[in-house]
């Protein structure tokens, strides 16, 4: 395997403190895990430009990276870097939830699909966000007259 050096994108993302991990710990973990995310194998997106969200319009992008500890609420636990989005899905469950849902073929479909869109088009974050949530466009189609959500 060659050896992996970071571009100075990722450089500066790791050049500050994130999570209470130094930014010598976060150089070895991009190094160590190529620039990809532990969880997806994708690789993150680094650009300051596309992972920033814009006041009042996108979110954080889908494949920004996170600082994910391992073992939530241990502060001396193991971290990994892990897309934003997936990070986030992971924050609202139990560990043990989690863990034993990565072992279900949804999870894994979840993470093909993840996969296949980073190699088609990793800029456009609408299109996981539609992978984590499918109904999300659709529920707009119900909205009122008065912009507001309604029941469908």
């Not at 193991?78 to 989690?98: I, R, T």
Request: some cysteine; overall charge positive.
């Amino acid at each position: 395997m060659s050896e992996f050096n970071l571009s100075e994108v990722q450089k500066r993302w790791a050049s500050k403190q994130r999570q209470r991990v130094s930014p010598a710990r976060l150089r070895e973990l991009l190094i160590k895990q190529r620039g990809r995310c532990a969880l997806s194998d994708v690789l993150m997106e680094f650009s300051l430009p596309e992972r920033t969200p814009e006041s009042g319009g996108r979110g954080c992008h889908p494949l920004s990276p996170a600082v994910d500890h391992i073992d939530p609420g241990n502060p001396h636990g193991e971290v990994q870097l892990v897309c934003y989005a997936l990070n986030d899905v992971k924050g609202h469950l139990p560990v043990e939830c989690f863990k034993a849902l990565q072992q279900t073929a949804p999870w894994k479909a979840l993470m093909n699909a993840w996969m296949k869109q980073a190699s088609l088009d990793p800029v456009d974050g609408g299109a996981f966000k539609r992978l984590l949530r499918p109904n999300a466009a659709a529920r707009k189609c119900f909205a009122d007259a008065s912009g507001r959500g309604g029941r469908g």
